[in-house]
């Protein structure tokens, strides 16, 4: 909440010269005067109000505008809020201007002046000398106004930054007297001398020193290995050193609790407190036999303690925000409990304490599938696929790097053949191997440059997750002697750089479609099981799985899996040849889902009756101008006359083959009715089976707008649109936030949604916060930099260049002859089988451009764009058979930092 040793304030030596001392009237908490000179009954009470900045005051009365948060918190609003009005009214007029008491007087100077500002209670006796602030003093004054028949009169003896340790330094306590325990003594001994002159109203009076309050603590705090454990035994000697000053043994005392941003204050902050508490009990000394009131009391004042959003001065903890209601309300303590010591009769004191705390919320999470219908496709499209899936931020804050949640998309697995029963055959399918191509758009733990924006990942897993591939040079892991997929990718795309991290989309993309495909092209030759160089080979098909997109700036094949990706397992399971998807066509049949792995939910403890809450960081779904959400569009499968036919013929010498998917070849799949959601609640330690659902269609019902498009209409009561300008991004709705378990005869009980309002209080979730978690940097990506290493031998023909992306990260990147990029010279291919598919990737640079239709385009919508960062041109002479590679990614402002901590 607060920088606090930031908040602490340097301490200065200050010279004073003292007033003479006169003799004056001095009372007890018994009433019985002490004299040293004649009584009179004309008199007046004295209480010296004492401490540092927040006894000085700087309670804001009526600041407003954007350097005052809007006027939140100050007096004037809680005078004008129906809640609180009854509380302050007494401290205004009835033409509404502030009320200036002519019982009650304030002296108060300030540490940079020769004078002192002197006259009735009203609003201003701070360092600030105007009518815009106050402290304790002000409502503290009503209330001992109110109770005495005498007047009244405030010396208060308050400077900002200044410590017990050291400023206040009584001399009981040893070393050097604190230079402002001598000014507090002067201040209090010199406004008793020139009272008859500077306050006419008290002339011919006698003074009686009736009490003394201590509101201090903050400059303590702040050293916490040398002032905190002595606060305690410094406060007491304070008191007691007072006392003696003054001849009042029995002078009442009044200890206010340090207050500040914290209801529970942590570490030596609680010290303080308790050492504030324990003095309060040490100066209750004994006295008469008969006396039955109190010598000392501590008031607590952290049940004052108001919100920071909720206070014209959010940044200032140290001064409890400038909150008008915290300042009115301490002084208000502080004054109730001078008056229990101080007047005969008064009631006794009781401390408003803060509620006891309710059990914190359980951290949890939101997780699971929404799941989309589909009919069946027939077997034979079985050489890929395309789609168009929506792109849009589903937290509205970037979670952190626990966040894992895909938007829509699918798994492409092998295809085996079926029995019977239309299950896998046993006999072709490998057992229980798993292994697809599953990635998509979405936000992922290894994810290093993350936004709100999702990003798109190729996300090749190889049997069983001994190895990923996320794209060109992006794997599992960061240990490039053991690569596990890095070297599966190759760049394709002379116009396309991609970022280790995933391809960017453009900031702000909000429900725009996000064209993208896998088609079995023959870059590669398919090869026996062999030696190269004296390392064993596995055979491999020729199924290069390119990666088409189809978006508002680009369009065309991008990226491939390399099939020495998915063979190289076999050298370790034999069992596995033939059957991965080097060899194996796709299984037209794919499960099309959104899967959500973690989103930061708190589950409130039971409340008194019984019932539970939680709340879910705050998730959106887009909608588009007829209030329709589009999820999904245009899911296709292909047969090989789509073109990968047309492609093995290009490239023995055939005609060339267009690129474009030809739709007579392709089966557009249509959306069945149902659908739904797995999407859960759960704390962190809740038990698998205690999982409860949430009741989805309750607010959020899947519907096939067109027979080939597919998302969801929203039941307005629970889901709300989001603030398209104040979020800066295209429309979208808010999902619910607050959700009741709610119990069901005979099943199991469900996750309704509820309305803020309907959530106690005492549970918390009001309060949550679901930001941004500061976290440790991300790390650069960084390619091997041996001189042998495949970036380096034969290395890139031009270079290096850098971009900077949407997402802050500065890609540096070099262009490669495309047979020479790291990935192919891992891809286990002799040199000559290498220059064979250069041959073949030159005829598609030429004959393949990027402004040309490769998918078909969608029906509905509009497209979403690249980051135009990632959008690149060859150098001149190298337009054809070269491929520009990443070989750093960074946040230069990081590695800055990282720089000079290792010089």
């Given at each position: 909440m607060l920088k606090l040793a930031a908040a602490c304030i340097a301490l200065s030596t200050v010279t004073f010269a003292f007033a003479s001392q006169q003799p004056m009237t001095v009372v007890g908490s018994t009433g019985a005067a002490q004299t040293s000179?004649?009584?009179?009954?004309?008199t007046y009470k004295v209480f010296i109000l004492a401490g540092q900045s927040n006894m000085q005051g700087h309670g804001v009365v009526d600041l407003d505008g954007k350097d005052y948060n809007d006027g939140r918190g100050t007096l004037l609003s809680v005078a004008k809020d129906p809640k609180t009005a009854a509380l302050v009214a007494h401290l205004r007029n009835a033409d509404g201007t502030w009320k200036t008491r002519d019982d009650v007087f304030v002296r108060y100077k300030r540490e940079q002046d020769e004078?002192?500002?002197?006259?009735?209670?009203?609003?201003?006796?701070?360092?600030y000398l105007d009518q815009h602030h106050f402290g304790p003093e002000l409502q503290l004054g009503h209330v001992l106004g109110d109770a005495m028949d005498e007047p009244v009169l405030l010396v208060k003896t308050a400077w900002g930054g200044k410590s017990l340790y050291k400023d206040f330094r009584p001399p009981s306590s040893g070393g050097e007297v604190g230079p402002y325990y001598r000014m507090m003594i002067d201040d209090v001994r010199t406004a008793l001398d020139r009272a008859d002159d500077e306050i006419p109203a008290l002339a011919g009076r006698t003074p009686e020193l009736a009490g003394f309050v201590w509101y201090h603590g903050w400059n303590d705090g702040c050293e916490p290995?040398?002032?905190?454990?002595?606060?305690?035994?410094?406060?007491?000697?304070?008191?007691?050193?007072?006392r003696r000053e003054f001849a009042t043994p029995e002078l009442p005392v009044v200890i206010g609790e340090i207050t500040g941003p914290w209801v529970e204050a942590p570490g030596e902050w609680n010290t303080l407190r308790q050492a504030q508490a324990a003095a309060a009990a040490r100066v209750e000394v004994k006295g008469d036999a008969n006396r039955a009131k109190p010598l000392a009391l501590f008031a607590p004042t952290a049940a004052f303690v108001r919100e920071p959003s909720d206070s014209p001065n959010p940044g200032h903890g140290h001064h409890e925000f400038g909150n008008g209601e915290t300042y009115f309300l301490v002084g208000d303590a502080l004054g109730k409990a001078m008056r229990a010591l101080a007047v005969d009769g008064a009631p006794a004191f009781v401390p408003t304490l803060p509620p006891k705390p309710a059990a914190a919320p359980e951290k949890g999470e939101m997780s699971g599938y929404m799941l989309v219908p589909v009919e069946r496709v027939p077997e034979e499209f079985n050489a890929g696929f395309s789609l168009y899936a929506a792109a849009w931020p589903v937290v509205e804050r970037y979670p952190g790097s626990n966040f894992q949640t895909g938007l829509f998309g699918t798994w492409m697995f092998a295809q085996y053949a079926r029995g019977a029963d239309g299950k896998h055959d046993p006999n072709d399918k490998p057992g229980n191997m798993y292994s697809d191509i599953e990635g998509g758009l979405g936000w992922w733990r290894d994810t290093r440059f993350a936004t709100k924006t999702p990003k798109f990942i190729m996300g090749g897993v190889?049997?069983?997750?001994?190895?990923?591939?996320?794209?060109?040079?992006?794997?599992?892991?960061?240990?490039?002697?053991?690569?596990?997929?890095?070297?599966?990718?190759?760049?394709?795309?002379?116009w396309v750089v991609w970022p280790p991290d995933g391809l960017n989309l453009a900031q702000g993309t909000c429900g725009e479609l996000f064209g993208y495909g896998y088609v079995p092209l023959p870059l590669v030759e398919a090869k026996p099981a062999r030696e190269i160089n004296g390392q064993a080979q596995a055979a491999t098909g020729d199924n290069c799985w390119t990666l088409f997109l189809n978006t508002a700036n680009f369009k065309g094949p991008v990226a491939f899996f390399t099939p020495h990706f998915w063979a190289e397992n076999i050298l370790t399971r034999p069992e596995l040849a033939g059957k991965l998807l080097d060899t194996r066509a796709s299984d037209p049949n794919k499960a099309f889902q959104m899967e959500t792995q973690w989103v930061p939910a708190s589950i409130a403890a039971e409340t008194p009756d019984g019932t539970t809450f939680a709340r879910v960081a705050p998730t959106s779904f887009p909608v588009d101008a007829s209030g329709r959400t589009v999820v999904l569009h245009r899911l296709t499968s292909y047969t090989r006359a789509a073109l990968p036919d047309a492609v093995r013929a290009w490239f023995a010498g055939g005609s060339p083959a267009s690129g474009a998917l030809d739709p007579a070849a392709a089966h557009v799949q249509r959306f069945k009715s149902g659908g739904g959601s797995t999407w859960r609640i759960f704390g962190e330690k809740t038990d698998k089976d205690e999982r409860r659902d949430i009741d989805w269609r309750a607010f959020g019902s899947p519907v096939a707008h067109d027979?080939?498009?597919?998302?969801?209409?929203?039941?307005?009561?629970?889901?709300?649109?989001?603030?398209?300008?104040?979020?800066?991004?295209?429309?979208?709705?808010?999902?619910?936030e607050y959700f009741r378990l709610t119990p069901r005869e005979g099943k199991k009980p469900l996750w309704t949604a509820v309305d803020a309002k309907d959530v106690p209080s005492e549970t918390g979730l009001a309060k949550l916060r679901f930001n941004t978690p500061r976290e440790k940097g991300e790390g650069a990506y960084v390619t091997p930099e041996e001189a042998d290493s495949p970036f380096k031998k034969p290395g890139p023909v031009a270079g290096p260049f850098e971009t900077t992306l949407g997402d802050g990260s500065t890609v540096t990147y070099a262009w490669y002859r495309f047979a020479d990029q790291p990935a192919m010279l891992n891809a286990g291919l002799t040199d000559a089988e290498r220059e064979e598919a250069q041959r073949r990737v030159e005829l598609i640079h030429r004959a393949w451009t990027k402004e040309r239709e490769?998918?078909?385009?969608?029906?509905?919508?509009?497209?979403?764009?690249?980051?135009a960062a990632l959008l690149v041109t060859p150098p001149a002479g190298l337009e054809a058979g070269y491929v520009p590679i990443a070989i750093k990614q960074e946040r230069k402002q990081e590695a800055k930092r990282e720089g000079k901590r290792t010089k």
């Open positions: 000179s004649a009584p009179t009954s004309k004078t002192a500002k002197f006259g009735p209670l009203a609003l201003g006796f701070t360092p290995k040398t002032a905190v454990p002595q606060y305690e035994a410094n406060l007491v000697h304070l008191v007691e050193d007072l190889a049997p069983d997750f001994s190895a990923w591939a996320n794209g060109p040079g992006a794997g599992k892991g960061r240990d490039w002697k053991n690569p596990l997929g890095k070297y599966a990718v190759a760049q394709l795309s002379p027979e080939y498009s597919y998302g969801y209409t929203w039941n307005e009561a629970f889901v709300k649109p989001v603030d398209e300008a104040a979020e800066g991004r295209g429309p979208r709705v808010r999902l619910p490769y998918i078909a385009p969608p029906t509905t919508g509009s497209l979403a764009s690249l980051d």
